[in-house]
């Protein structure tokens, strides 16, 4: 696997090793011994998977307590994913980073413990799955405002994206709980 840091150092693109030929292809998407010798070294206790139509868009979430690290994939379809540092402390503080993850390009992220997560569906249908480090907890988690000026982020599509209430009532940065 090949693990590699984005423009904030603690959010990595991990692309697995595929060997394919006529009949498919197979792929380690999950090797801890392989991924903490690239320093990814956690454990997982909940898997997760959803699936979406297009234009939906899911986030930004975050837990403000028992925070969670996901390492996420798209098995069907494309996403553009997105990871919001909330750790006051960073020197990435308030910024964005994202990347598209397909079932066809294999890509993994890895959104470390402290961020909001957040993505939108750019195919007809995609589905997601993702590991996480830590429980759901859903009197602890939160929702960042996805279109919120001060974080900027340039979501790839045009008009309104599909959302649940709890992602349309999402809290600005500014008065947005974070992380120390």
């Known amino acids: 696997m090949i693990v590699t840091s984005t423009a904030i150092p603690d959010v990595k693109l991990v692309e697995p090793k595929v060997f394919g030929d006529s009949r498919g292809f197979f792929f380690e998407s999950w090797n801890r011994r392989a991924l903490a010798a690239a320093g990814l070294d956690v454990d997982f206790v909940q898997d997760n998977h ?5 234009g939906v868009l899911r986030g930004l979430h975050y837990q403000v307590e028992r925070p969670q690290g996901k390492l996420v994939r798209v098995v069907a379809g494309e996403v553009f994913d997105v990871a919001v540092d909330l750790r006051r402390s960073s020197p990435t ?12 390009n294999r890509r993994m992220f890895w959104v470390p413990p402290g961020f909001a997560h957040g993505f939108v569906v750019m195919s007809d249908s995609a589905d997601f799955l993702y590991k996480t480090t830590d429980y759901w907890s859903p009197e602890h988690e939160r929702t960042l405002l996805w279109n919120d000026p001060e974080v ?17 009532a999402g809290t600005p940065l500014a008065s ?4 120390d």
């Open 176 to 179: 947005a709980p974070t992380y």
């Open 50 to 54: 959803s699936r979406s139509r297009r």
């Open 93 to 104: 503080f308030g910024r964005w980073v994202g990347a598209m993850l397909s079932a066809d």
């Open 152 to 168: 900027g982020i340039v979501w790839p599509f045009d008009g309104a994206p599909t959302l649940a209430p709890k992602d349309a």
